[in-house]
């Protein structure tokens, strides 16, 4: 569906992402029989956002296989799909919704699934033609096209998606520079041994790193398309395309106007449920308590949390609620380096390596006071696995166990 005057829901879900399309899958699958509709602000029905970095900008996965279900799937479970619709109100009391397009929907129940938008740069020039952020299909397909005229690419943030679309356009062979205001990449999310082997790995694919530097300003032509980037030291690099990876702004305006409790993000408690009555918040936008950040109120950008809270939500709502408790995992794809991330290296006090990065295979650990709280695996699945199953249990391994690549973690032995 396109157009709605005014249309009554059980359960509207705001946001066709990852964790509003599987809100509306696990409602089903859990036996709800009401109305749903997903509505969405973009065009498309709802699709994988990690390909947008990897796969479907480098060409490798068009449109229909990043689908997270045909069309005739929504169908068959009479899930109406609300395409274009953004919403610009909630009224709580009254449980009603109201779009820019001047739509209104009644909701009985609703899941606040709406994710963020990229964080984009607020110096002179951010707003530039030519200046990309990656969140949306949109966001992708506009780089795609302004790819072959484009040979000066910079990346600003060395983060996961800044490091996935700088080595996606190395395989263009695009001169890429990448910029990162902290002294390494990954510093938010892993330890220094694992971005310093990621540094090698770009410098060694032709990536000119700029670390522990910021911006001041994107230089632009006559017509305000961008020309370069001007760095803290006054080095300019030259640009006709600038992509910006530093992170969102969680799309909560709404439910914080209606009253919902938050600061970075929306609260809700281990059900999802938000301070306003029958309103839920699963993904991005939802801050939690997580047992594996010693309880610290977070918010998690990843597919996993997303799906994993919209089943807590839908359990909810169909009477048969569960606490949110899931391990984050996480993933990222570039060259031919495969890292998976099992827990939160948050609040580490040692780190362990597990095998050589020479061969670029080997695993980093992470222990806060002596337990497993996270490990990083670069193209190292059988450690990922085990260790998942390890950190949920809070296991103390053996720290010379731990170290040898050679011995399965699952027969490490604890201290």
């Given at each position: 569906m396109t157009q709605a005057a005014h249309i009554a829901l059980d359960v509207a879900i705001v946001g066709a992402g990852h964790g509003g399309a599987q809100a509306a899958i696990a409602l089903r699958q859990m036996g709800f029989t009401g109305t749903i509709g997903l509505i969405g602000d973009e065009p498309e029905l709802p699709y994988e956002r990690p390909p947008l970095s990897k796969e479907y900008l480098a060409g490798d996965k068009p449109f229909e296989r990043i689908m997270l279900r045909p069309a005739a799937f929504w169908a068959e479970r009479e899930v109406s799909h609300f395409a274009k619709h953004r919403v610009t109100d909630v009224d709580a009391m009254a449980q009603t919704l109201k779009c820019a397009n001047g739509a209104t929907f009644a909701y009985g129940h609703l899941i606040w699934a709406a994710g963020g938008s990229p964080r984009m740069l607020p110096c002179p020039g951010g707003n530039a033609k030519g200046v990309f952020g990656v969140r949306r299909k949109s966001d992708v397909d506009a780089i795609m096209a302004a790819l072959p005229s484009t040979q000066n690419i910079v990346v600003i943030g060395g983060g996961?998606?800044?490091?996935?679309?700088?080595?996606?356009l190395r395989k263009f062979d695009k001169h890429v520079a990448l910029i990162e205001s902290l002294?390494?990449?990954?510093?938010?999310?892993?330890?220094?041994?694992?971005?310093?082997?990621?540094?090698?790995?770009?410098?060694?694919?032709?990536?000119?790193l700029h670390l522990g530097i910021g911006v001041d300003e994107i230089l632009t032509d006559d017509e305000g398309s961008a020309t370069g980037v001007k760095l803290n030291d006054g080095t300019v690099l030259p640009a006709s395309?600038?992509?910006?990876?530093?992170?969102?702004?969680p799309d909560v305006g709404p439910l914080m106007?209606?009253?919902?409790?938050?600061?970075?993000?929306?609260?809700?408690?281990a059900h999802c449920r938000t301070s306003l009555p029958n309103v839920y918040a699963i993904g991005d936008c939802a801050a939690h308590h997580n047992r594996f950040a010693d309880g610290a109120m977070i918010r998690l950008e990843s597919v996993q949390n997303a799906n994993d809270m919209a089943k807590v939500a839908a359990a909810d709502i169909t009477g048969a609620p569960v606490d949110y408790d899931a391990l984050p995992w996480f993933w990222s794809n570039q060259y031919d380096l495969k890292l998976q991330t099992a827990g939160l290296s948050t609040g580490y006090d040692t780190t362990v390596l597990r095998g050589d990065p020479d061969t670029n295979s080997f695993s980093l650990a992470y222990l806060k006071d002596g337990r497993l709280i996270a490990m990083d695996c670069v193209n190292k699945a059988k450690d990922y696995v085990q260790a998942r199953k390890l950190i949920e249990e809070g296991f103390s391994p053996d720290p010379d166990g731990l170290a040898n690549a050679d011995l399965p973690l699952k027969e490490v032995q604890a201290i």
């Open positions: 996961y998606i800044g490091l996935e679309a700088a080595a996606v002294d390494r990449v990954l510093s938010r999310v892993a330890g220094e041994p694992l971005s310093r082997f990621y540094e090698d790995q770009h410098r060694a694919h032709g990536v000119d395309m600038v992509i910006v990876g530093i992170g969102i702004i106007l209606a009253g919902a409790t938050g600061g970075n993000g929306v609260d809700v408690d």
